[in-house]
């Protein structure tokens, strides 16, 4: 029996061993929503030799996680646009695209330009445009009228009933709803300290109105359909999923512009996968993957009809949010030279310390 | 040959503590010790110095926060010892033989969940479309659904939920070993319900009342779940503060200095308490 048994756990020890020599990992780094089951499904019976491993994350948390360990412990990740360029200068963490490796006529052609743009360093492209989206915020129709951006969020007129998150979109999204231009201050510190003190003290000030700061999407989901918030700042593909419950609830992008953010493809220093990253790549911005891609992100593909691939709810959504000189007027994130994040922290670390009622 | 093998299985029996000791708290806390006085001067530069220490003192956001946090850490210890010392007496003392097992268990349940379980249990009975405050409505007992949370009340009654365990247990164990002669002597020597008490039990129990408390500040000092997800607009913890330092602003310099400030400031404040109630831990925890 006893002989059995170990025959039996050394076979299956070899067959470990050799299933992983054949198998190749595609450990993907990125946000919930972004590698979803059926995509993944597709994708291994495509390649029967990768399997894919997936870690959700978000921004900040993507870069901690790479920075400690050097890059390594994952083949493909997806920060945003703007997060890339001081975290590669600071941190080394990525390396370079191969673009002959990627299907980049499938991308929207300014986008691909703006996420270059961003991303280059030493004549080197580090990041490839996947999906878009906008912060702005949304607004209960029964229960509001006239919301029109960020301002609305401090109105007394919805004491108690609003929320935010206090990341960095809400000090810029203020800026923009104050008159201010915080992309145009990025280069001068003094100015941009300026204009960070005064959104300050708006935001201590708004704090009475705010009934709590949301930190993910599943805790604002929980606020807005519950009817105890009815505005609230929020990612747009938050928005949509939550119009799909409730018709009243819809995104109003800012009359001073939608804050709008890419999501990347990046590849660590130390990934171990790149023909595989590669490959992934290519398969999820084929028309017939986006389709899946973006019923499950509710964000819109890089891809040139990156609208017409919305599940046809979503596409209302977007038609019922936006008009096209909405989208003329997207405000997208620009590259947050360094230095500027720390003084963002002490803004929010006060503002979270300031005592209301 | 006999002395050989007591002094080998001695250090075997050491190691897996030694290793845990030196490798996951010592070496750790010697890394944070040196990234809190490395600088950044630019990409990949450094210098080392205590300018980060310098930062956390004169910007009175983080200063505030440690207060605070220690402040509302000792409130939580204090009424975890109130909320503890009957449950620990009743179950050391008052209880039958046969149900104090029963009793100990019926304690140790909410450990069976997690934090973060917990903390949203609250969140679903609290909230103003919660249980609470719809049954509270749907009774007639107040008119207007009501939020409940958000707010330090909230904050400390979710930390003295959490902590109070850890007040029972020790106190549990010292009260056992009272020998019931004591309290009587003390009745029959003509002494009041609150004499005794004062001058009998509560002497008695100082050991476990000195190890509960270091353990429930230490824990609610350095929690992290509850006082975020409870505690909403209102609630700077200096744990928060730690994590947005290495998470949201890349700043391991000052989230180390931030972590060693921690350790030392709550350090002090146990050896304060000690000091202003007149105990030591030679004559309290570590008393045979």
């Known amino acids: 029996m006893a002989s059995t048994l170990r025959a039996l756990l050394a076979a299956s020890a070899l067959a470990l061993t050799i299933g992983s020599a054949e198998a190749e990992t595609l450990r993907l780094l990125t946000w919930g929503g972004y590698a979803p089951e059926e995509l993944i499904k597709k994708f291994e019976a495509e390649n029967p030799d990768i399997d894919v491993e997936v870690t959700l994350s978000n921004n900040e948390e993507m870069i901690a996680k790479l920075r400690a360990t050097g890059g390594t412990g994952y083949d493909l990740a997806q920060p945003s646009h703007d997060r890339i360029f001081a975290a590669q200068k600071e941190y080394r963490i990525y390396k370079p695209l191969d673009l002959s490796k990627i299907d980049t006529d499938a991308m929207t052609p300014n986008l691909l330009e703006g996420v270059k743009a961003n991303t280059t360093i030493d004549g080197e492209v580090y990041a490839v445009p996947h999906q878009w989206g906008t912060s702005g915020v949304m607004a209960n129709m029964k229960e509001t009228s006239g919301v029109t951006g960020f301002g609305d969020l401090c109105d007394p007129k919805y004491k108690g009933r609003t929320s935010m998150r206090l990341r960095r979109t809400i000090l810029l999204g203020t800026a923009f709803s104050m008159g201010m231009n915080p992309f145009e201050l990025y280069a001068d510190k003094a100015a941009y300290q300026d204009m960070l003190d005064k959104v300050t003290k708006k935001l201590i000030d708004c704090k009475p109105i705010v009934k709590t700061y949301w930190t993910g999407g599943d805790d604002l989901s929980a606020l807005m359909l519950s009817g105890e918030v009815v505005v609230a700042e929020t990612w747009d593909s938050t928005a949509y999923k939550i119009y799909n419950e409730n018709p009243d609830i819809v995104f109003v992008p800012p009359k001073t512009g939608a804050l709008a953010w890419i999501d990347t493809f990046a590849i660590p220093r130390g990934g171990e996968a790149d023909d595989a990253a590669y490959k992934w790549i290519n398969f999820v911005l084929k028309p017939e993957n986006v389709k899946i891609m973006s019923a499950s992100t509710g964000a819109i593909a890089a891809v040139p009809n990156g609208i017409d691939l919305l599940p046809e709810d979503k596409q209302k959504a977007v038609k019922a949010a936006f008009t096209q000189a909405d989208l003329d007027n997207l405000k997208f994130f620009a590259n947050i030279p360094p230095g500027l994040e720390d003084m963002e922290g002490i803004a929010l670390e006060r503002i979270k310390a300031a005592s209301s009622e | ?288």
């Not at chain 2, 009587?184 to 039990?201: K, P």
């Open chain 2, 1 to 288: 040959m006999g002395r050989d093998a007591g002094k080998l299985s001695l250090t075997l029996l050491m190691t897996p503590f030694l290793l845990w000791i030196g490798l996951l708290i010592i070496l750790p806390q010697i890394g944070i010790g040196y990234v809190s006085l490395r600088e950044k001067v630019s990409y990949d530069e450094f210098h080392y110095g205590l300018k980060n220490y310098v930062d956390f003192i004169s910007e009175p956001v983080y200063r505030n926060t440690l207060f605070r946090t220690a402040w509302m850490s000792i409130v939580v210890t204090a009424l975890a010892l109130v909320v503890g010392f009957p449950v620990a007496y009743y179950i050391a003392k008052i209880a039958r033989q046969k149900s104090r097992a029963a009793l100990f268990l019926m304690c140790l349940i909410p450990l069976w969940v997690s934090d973060l379980v917990r903390a949203y249990g609250w969140i679903v009975l609290l909230r103003e479309t919660g249980v609470v405050s719809r049954t509270l409505v749907a009774l007639g007992i107040i008119g207007q659904p009501v939020e409940m949370l958000y707010n330090d009340a909230t904050v400390v009654m979710g930390l003295v939920y959490t902590v109070v365990l850890f007040m029972i247990v020790p106190l549990t164990s010292t009260l056992q070993g009272m020998d019931d002669a004591l309290l009587e002597a003390g009745y029959n020597l003509g002494g009041s319900r609150l004499t005794v008490f004062r001058r009998i039990i509560v002497p008695y129990a100082m050991p476990g009342i000195v190890s509960g408390c270091i353990i429930t500040f230490m824990l609610t000092a350095g929690s992290y779940l509850t006082p975020v997800l409870l505690g909403g607009k209102n609630s700077s913890w200096f744990t928060e503060q730690i994590y947005n330092q290495f998470i949201t602003r890349y700043n391991w310099e000052a989230g180390a200095t931030f972590g060693v400030t921690l350790l030392v400031f709550t350090s002090f404040v146990v050896w304060l308490g000690l000091k202003l109630t007149g105990q030591s831990l030679a004559t309290t925890v570590a008393k045979d």
